[in-house]
């Protein structure tokens, strides 16, 4: 390969993402006369870079274009399409379609040809497998997920799987099977597996050690796997297919030896053998996108090694990335890309120009150098990627590499091999078994001693950086011990004189989160934390506080508006996963727990910070559930917060008997509904900020015009999570109140306030 070619290659792709996600106008055309310029200059390096960086470009503008248009949204579709996935739980079954036909049952609507790959829930669903052809009739909506800090993003895991629309299907019309399942080698192999009898956890670790089978694994494997850190040894990996590659690649130029004693070195059939071992092998898991990944750096790794006509060790490391992102363009958005090309870059750093490990010793220390460099590299990716560290993995990844390098995987390909002969076949299964028995047990005992750790979010950037440093300063050439050594020690004093960043007395931190069509707010003092509301539990059964915080939080009060399920519905799982010091709620409702009562007149202080009950009063048996919220008052400061509940207007204008005015920050009553947020309340108080906890896309057309208009007309600066995500406001600060949302919008560079919303309400 041409030197630089791949470097050229690989940035131009990069260049297609940038233009991809943030498209200027006219691009497609713009790309187009440049090809055509290029290609008359017949010099390919030219167009090759040209011609790669307009096709991610282009495949990045043509999915988008593809996802649902809002004009469908609530909108009766058919679609037909093969089943990819389907899962269960309980009623609810969830379902992933690759679409081949899509239109609107109305007339007149957007067209949904376009649709490539829908994910759908279906309640009390008929028997459905993966592969078939099914005929249903569904609502769907743009794909959307809470934009929480430090939280799974959803959003951007659809993007990434390629799916174009969410929804559930239809009851009515009932959904028809067109088409059986033809099983494939994968879905036969996987049936076979179930009939050997192999201990549970065995035969799941079998399944995706040596066919790709993630699925099969359960959330208590992921959780192990996830603590001890030792996640990339159960997919199908660059390990793992590497593995395939280099032993067939060992067994063919063995075979070279014999036949061809003179001339072996230069047969060429061995690395096309392994080429095509590994395509096999990462075939035989259904070329998910980290299978294709590993496949595509084990064969250019295999060009590099072979030294005929190939590219340099890096040269490969930018062909490789190139062709990857070719491939799928959305692969730039799975952190396990990026941890894979981080290691293997690493390991270039720390084996280029050393010579060749020799005999058993030299092999072993070779193995030990190799974990131990890459322990602090990847621990500051996984920390970036995932805001977790496994402090066992360093240890625990010396032992299991090699045992499942080096044991479990040959043992279970070996199996598969022997599968026509049973017992040699289950000879080797039984030895996989023993040994996935042990590794488990090492991998609890190791996750006993050093649990998982979740740093504090503010940590997690310095905390990534030292120990991303740490790595290059023992990987990187020519440096002198003493400064190698010297560099760690103040780099782990640095890591170990962070500390937890605190909220100063007097000041109060709000932070409205994203929960969907419901309310969870969470306030902070210096010493104090509390809950206002707990956020919605879906028709599902989840309730969007689990995605929130890990188990054992500490919370000192949860203050509870009422009893509607999209303020109470995440009392359940706080009560048992975290730690409450009271929940308090209205007389005359019930959350499922014991409470006391939240009473007009109850006041306490945290840390200087006031906080009061403005409503309901002792006596609400007259009163709707909705006019029972508790009413809080905040105030940090002089700045105050408000949060009404689901109070209608007429409580409202109770209310401000005992409110005090202006307001800082108001939790729009109602979730933005006409219904609440009335003219008395939005002149009196004046809220310099207002923030609407809706869900996106909702059915409600929460916030509603006339409450938008009214506070635009008092010059409020209006959010919603629906839009901005979760939002967090500093009061009690004596100046600007700083805004922090999680979602930018592209949109939005002014409007009333300079940055507040400046749309209508749907």
Do not use: K
Request: some cysteine; charged content about 15%.
């Amino acid at each position: 390969m041409r030197y630089g070619m791949a470097t050229l290659l690989a940035l131009a792709v990069a260049g297609g993402l940038w233009l991809g996600t943030r498209p200027p106008p006219g691009l497609l055309e713009g790309l187009g006369a440049l090809l055509l310029l290029a290609l008359a200059w017949r010099r390919p390096l030219v167009w090759l870079p040209l011609a790669a960086l307009a096709w991610v470009a282009a495949g990045l503008l043509l999915a988008r274009g593809a996802i649902l248009p809002d004009g469908l949204l609530r909108e009766d579709l058919a679609i037909e399409g093969q089943l990819i996935s389907v899962s269960r739980e309980e009623r609810l079954t969830r379902l992933t379609l690759e679409v081949s036909d899509c239109h609107p049952l109305a007339a007149g609507r957007p067209g949904c040809e376009r649709l490539q790959r829908v994910r759908l829930s279906a309640f009390e669903a008929p028997a459905m497998h993966p592969g078939e052809r099914w005929a249903l009739t569904v609502r769907l909506r743009p794909p959307a997920g809470f934009a929480n800090p430090h939280t799974f993003d959803y959003e951007a895991w659809l993007w990434r799987e390629g799916i174009q629309a969410t929804g559930y299907m239809r009851r009515e019309p009932p959904p028809r099977r067109l088409a059986e399942a033809r099983p494939g080698l994968r879905e036969h192999a996987l049936s076979h597996l179930e009939t050997r009898g192999l201990p549970p956890r065995a035969e799941r670790w079998l399944a995706a050690l040596t066919l790709g089978a993630g699925e099969r694994l359960t959330a208590d494997d992921w959780g192990l796997l996830n603590a001890s850190g030792t996640t990339h040894l159960m997919v199908i990996s660059g390990l793992h297919v590497g593995l395939v590659a280099g032993f067939t690649l060992l067994l063919g130029r063995g075979a070279a030896r014999l036949i061809t004693p003179s001339g072996w070195r230069l047969a060429v059939w061995p690395w096309w053998l392994a080429g095509a071992a590994a395509a096999g092998y990462a075939g035989l898991s259904g070329l998910e996108p980290p299978a294709l990944r590993a496949l595509v750096m084990t064969l250019v790794g295999l060009w590099v090694a072979s030294g005929r006509h190939a590219p340099g060790p890096w040269q490969g490391w930018w062909l490789a990335l190139a062709v990857v992102l070719l491939l799928d363009p959305r692969h730039a958005w799975r952190p396990g890309l990026w941890l894979s090309f981080l290691a293997v870059a690493l390991l270039i750093l720390a084996w280029q120009g050393r010579p060749r490990p020799r005999g058993l010793h030299g092999w072993a220390w070779a193995l030990v150098r190799t974990q131990l460099l890459l322990a602090p590299l990847m621990a500051a990716a996984v920390l970036l990627a995932f805001a977790r560290l496994a402090p066992a993995a360093p240890l625990v990844n010396l032992v299991a590499v090699p045992l499942v390098s080096s044991l479990l995987v040959p043992l279970g390909l070996l199996g598969w091999l022997l599968v026509p002969l049973p017992p040699l076949s289950a000879l080797c299964w039984w030895l996989f078994a023993r040994l996935a028995e042990a590794l488990a047990w090492s991998l609890e005992r190791a996750v006993a001693l050093l649990p998982l750790w979740l740093p504090e979010p503010h940590l997690v950037t310095p905390l990534a950086f030292c120990l991303g440093v740490m790595a290059l300063l023992w990987v990187l050439p020519g440096l002198a011990g003493s400064l190698r050594a010297a560099g760690s020690l103040a780099l782990i004093a640095v890591a170990l004189s962070l500390s937890p960043s605190g909220i100063p007395h007097g000041q109060l931190e709000v932070r409205v989160l994203d929960v969907g069509q419901g309310q969870l707010v969470e306030l902070r003092t210096a010493g104090y934390r509390a809950l206002y509301d707990t956020g919605p539990r879906f028709i599902s059964g989840f309730a969007p506080v689990s995605t929130l915080w890990p188990p054992g939080q500490r919370f000192d009060e949860v203050i509870v508006s009422h009893d509607d399920i999209d303020h109470a519905g995440g009392v359940p799982l706080l009560a048992e996963a975290h730690r409450v010091g009271r929940f308090l709620a209205p007389p005359g409702e019930e959350i499922g727990v014991s409470f006391e009562y939240c009473l007009q007149g109850q006041a306490w202080e945290r840390d200087g910070v006031r906080f009061r009950f403005l409503w309901p009063p002792a006596d609400t048996a007259a009163l709707s559930s909705n006019d029972r919220s508790c009413v809080l008052e905040v105030n940090a400061g002089g700045e105050r917060l408000l949060i009404t509940g689901d109070v209608g207007r007429r409580v409202e204008r109770s209310v401000l008997l005992e409110a005090e005015a202006p307001v800082t920050l108001l939790v729009a009553g109602h979730h933005g509904s006409h219904t609440s947020s009335g003219p008395q309340l939005v002149q009196w108080l004046t809220p310099r900020h207002v923030v609407y906890s809706a869900g996106r896309h909702n059915a409600f057309g929460h916030p509603h015009a006339e409450v938008v208009r009214r506070f635009r007309a008092a010059d409020s600066c209006q959010w919603s999570t629906a839009l901005d995500g979760a939002l967090a406001f500093r009061l009690g600060d004596e100046g600007a109140v700083p805004v922090e949302r999680r979602r930018r919008l592209p949109w939005r560079r002014g409007g009333v306030g300079g940055d507040c919303l400046a749309l209508e309400s749907p």
